[in-house]
Nanobody, 126 residues
Framework: VQLQASGGGLVQAGSSLRLSCEAS????????MGWFRQAPGKEREFVAT????????YFADSVKGRFAISRGSAKNPVYLQMNSLKPEDTAVYYC????????????????????WGQGTLVTVSS
């Protein structure tokens, strides 16, 4: 099972980025998917999550109204569109999957996610 986040980079405040998550080795279309981030010296934190059906989404208060999460194909099961980026959004971003198929409860805790990808660094300059 592999997950790999991509699409990060160095951008100026106010810019946009779209993160992708490439997946293989499991039926990710059946799993709730999430994005998390970890800034230097800080704990990993929840950013956004989307249910397997795409019918439910949750966002951290800090990104609400600026970020959007969407489902994609089996190979790229989740995207994160980040708009109006701020310096405080600087972090390594990770995609993750909750491997319970068709789970109704959409979790926001990192501990609920079983599969984690390599992260992608997002740096926002002021």
């Amino acid at each position: 099972v592999q997950l790999q986040a991509s699409g990060g980079g160095l951008v100026q405040a106010g810019s946009s980025l779209r993160l992708s998550c490439e997946a293989s080795g499991a039926p990710f279309s059946r799993f709730n998917m999430g994005w998390f981030r970890q800034a230097p010296g800080k704990e990993r934190e929840f950013v956004a999550t989307i249910s397997w059906s795409a019918g439910t989404t949750y966002f951290a208060d800090s990104v609400k109204g600026r970020f959007a999460i969407s489902r994609g194909s089996a190979k790229n099961p989740v995207y994160l569109q980040m708009n109006s980026l701020k310096p405080e959004d600087t972090a390594v971003y990770y995609c993750a999957a909750d491997s319970t198929p068709y789970k109704l409860l959409v979790e926001r805790s990192p501990g609920a996610y079983d599969y984690w990808g390599q992260g992608t660094l997002v740096t926002v300059s002021s």
